[in-house]
């Protein structure tokens, strides 16, 4: 087998020659002799091959040899190598407790080399310092905590577990002489909003409290602190809102629009702050505000509808509810939420004329659910509605005929009229 990896090292040792300065001017470049030169190379050469093979405990004391002769000449391949072969043998039952102990003893020194020689990746080899000074070492959790924090501020999209870590050391280290429980409650919320599926994270934003008020008032504090930060005041509103204080929500959210004029979320939850706020008004200009950044979502005219018959502006909410089917390509909940006005309409007329609008809500939750055969609500209110609409004695009294066509006139916005049946 070590005549086997000899002679491909050999084959390597050839190609890295011809190939030598093909390897990335960011690095430093070599000082060694000729001589000194051709050894790293055969060193580098052998210790590929034993990792090739995955026999890491040999490849070792190679990887060891190319960092102290050169870190830079092959920093492009080496550390990722390297870092597999040290973690490998770490953890391998068939290395000595000597072995591990000298990986353990290095490990900080090889991260730091790989950060310098291999700058592409610094915040990769930074994590993972961080991760091995915590789990390895047991380094000081501050020291850690650094660490890891540096490794977020030149990369911020590492997977969840790294920050999780981080998040950890914060909750359990958390004393009155440091701000951990603020930022353990901005990383969670980062967390919870980047994963909103996951319900880990929620759990963690709970535990950081007695309560969810409390994480309310931790995320105002934190906010007030850095008040131009856009992120701390959406986590404020958004604690706010999951707290249902939709009243608290208002002032984050009435920045976070004014600081970010289109973004669509903010104004979602601000028109939807207003609405639960009885504050309709804010709540209609919204909602049409949103209707202007996009005119092809439907779910806009939808709420602005809802909002303008809480308003009592029945007439405007019925439009605004057509629009919407047609926006959706006859989305048949608008429907549904004009015969609603309807069937609101009725009550404001009286005996025979209340049965006739009654009667076209019923046969406006008939097309809706025409439309969408699964809108069970629409079937709910058509049965509903089966005592309210006119009987045929009423017609017969009032010489109606099936096919005549009996206009609406009581609420004069309706505008319609129902046949007979």
């Not at 690095?27 to 000729?34: A, F, I």
């Not at 969840?160 to 009155?176: A, H, I, P, V």
């Not at 920045?255 to 309709?280: C, G, H, M, R």
């Amino acid at each position: 087998m070590k005549t086997l990896v000899k002679a491909s090292a050999f084959m390597l040792l050839i190609v890295l020659i011809c190939n030598c300065g093909s390897t990335s001017t960011a690095n430093v470049r070599s000082t060694l002799s000729p001589a000194d030169s051709m050894l790293v190379l055969e060193q580098y050469s052998l210790f590929s091959e034993y990792h090739k093979n995955r026999d890491f405990i040999s490849a070792l004391p190679y990887g060891w040899k190319v960092l102290e002769m050169d870190p830079a000449r092959f920093a492009r391949w080496f550390y990722y190598k390297m870092e597999e072969t040290l973690w490998f043998v770490h953890d391998s039952s068939d290395a000595s407790a000597e072995l591990v102990a000298e990986i353990q003893d290095s490990i900080v020194g090889f991260y730091d080399n790989a950060i310098k020689y291999h700058p592409e990746d610094k915040a990769y080899y930074q994590v993972r310092k961080a991760y091995v000074k915590e789990i390895w070492l047991e380094a000081d959790a501050d020291e850690v905590i650094k660490d890891y924090e540096l490794a977020f501020e030149w990369k911020n999209d590492f997977s969840s577990f790294y920050y999780n870590r981080l998040g950890q050391l914060y909750k359990n280290n958390t004393s009155d002489e440091n701000d951990y429980k603020n930022k353990a409650l901005d990383l969670y919320s980062m967390l919870s909003e980047r994963e909103t599926d996951n319900p880990q994270w929620i759990s963690e934003l709970e535990s950081l409290a007695e309560n969810i008020d409390e994480l309310v008032q931790l995320s105002k504090r934190a906010w007030e602190l850095d008040k131009d930060n856009l992120q701390k005041a959406w986590r404020y509103a958004s604690m706010a809102i999951r707290a249902s204080e939709f009243l608290v929500a208002i002032e984050p959210l009435e920045f976070l629009v004014e600081k970010s004029p289109e973004a669509i979320n903010y104004w979602n939850q601000l028109a939807s702050a207003y609405q639960k706020t009885d504050q309709l008004t804010k709540a209609e200009n919204a909602y049409r505000n949103l209707i202007q950044l996009e005119p092809q979502t439907r779910e806009h005219y939808l709420n602005l509808g809802i909002n303008l018959r809480e308003q009592g502006k029945l007439s405007a909410a019925r439009s605004e509810f057509q629009k919407a089917s047609d926006v959706g390509g006859n989305w048949a909940l608008p429907i549904y939420y004009e015969g609603f006005l309807y069937e609101q309409a009725a009550r404001s007329c009286s005996d025979f004329d209340a049965k006739i609008v009654f009667l076209l809500a019923q046969q406006t939750y008939r097309r809706a659910l025409s439309m969408d055969a699964s809108l069970d609500m629409a079937r709910d209110r058509i049965g509903a509605l089966s005592g309210a609409v006119p009987a045929k004695e009423d017609y017969f009294f009032r010489n109606y005929k099936s096919g005549d066509v009996i206009q609406i006139t009581c609420v004069g916005w309706i505008g319609r009229s129902v046949t007979v049946p």
